[in-house]
């Protein structure tokens, strides 16, 4: 069965510390991995893609890696500031269309 | 870049009644569309997914009668809550991604609120 799981479920950081938020997933065989943020009552917006053959990406003050022998995607955050606070959403793309979503962490930023 | 427009972002409706939401892609072709469902403080479930032109592929446990999805054009998908009620009161949102294309684009969401 393909499951996505994110560790913690919700992160309280001072402003300025650096971060990392988890991702795990069964079955290595992904296609690609997508990190995308989600503020309250809003729309999710797309913050990283890294397809199966890359082990990074970096946007910014964000950077994503991929680990695909051990299941895992960690999402670092520089320097955090109180706009970084939402919640973070990974979502992994085996074969065909779907992609499936972890169940978040609800990152506050305390300034 | 890609952007997919979802309306309406906010409706409350009566028990019994129907709902359409509508999904478009406003300047790339999608040919996939992806329809979610979100209950609070929980993770995107994806109800359906639909190919233009073609009939909706639903998931395991989502009604195809009560959830109407049409894909009829390359840039508008509509999903239909028909004869809504309490528990349907959710925030659903649309995907969608271009023939090719790797990246999921989201619209902003619709929180029905079934009274």
């Known amino acids: 069965k393909q499951e996505v799981t994110q560790i913690p479920a919700a992160l309280s950081v001072p402003e300025g510390e650096n971060l990392v938020l988890n991702c795990s997933f069964t079955?290595?065989?992904?296609?690609?991995l997508q990190w995308f943020r989600q503020d309250p009552g809003k729309g999710l917006t797309s913050l990283l893609l890294?397809?199966?053959?890359?082990r990074e990406q970096t946007s910014g003050r964000l950077n994503a890696s991929l680990d695909k022998s051990s299941g895992r995607s960690t999402l670092y955050i520089a320097a955090s500031q109180p706009g970084d606070s939402a919640t973070y959403l990974c979502?992994?793309?085996?074969?065909?269309?779907?992609?499936?979503f972890g169940t978040g962490t609800s990152l506050t930023v305390i300034p | 870049g890609a952007v997919v427009s979802q309306h309406p972002s906010r409706v409350i409706c009566k028990s019994g009644t129907s709902v359409k939401i509508e999904c478009r892609s406003l300047?790339?072709?999608?040919?996939?569309m992806f329809w979610y469902r979100q209950f609070p403080k929980q993770s995107l479930m994806l109800m359906a997914t639909?190919?233009?032109?073609?009939?909706?592929?639903?998931e395991q446990g989502v009604e195809k009668d009560k959830f109407l999805i049409n894909h009829a054009s390359l840039t508008l998908s509509t999903l239909t809550v028909t004869s809504a009620h309490p528990e349907d009161s959710s925030f659903y949102i649309c995907?969608?991604?271009?023939?090719?294309?790797?990246?999921?684009?989201f619209g902003a969401g619709s929180r029905l609120t079934v009274l």
């Open positions: 300047d790339f072709q999608a040919t996939t």
């Open positions: 995907s969608s991604r271009s023939s090719g294309a790797n990246v999921l684009t």
């Open positions: 079955d290595s065989a992904i296609y690609n």
């Open positions: 890294i397809q199966s053959s890359q």
């Open positions: 979502a992994v793309r085996w074969a065909g269309n779907q992609f499936y």
């Open positions: 639909s190919n233009e032109g073609s009939k909706a592929t639903y």
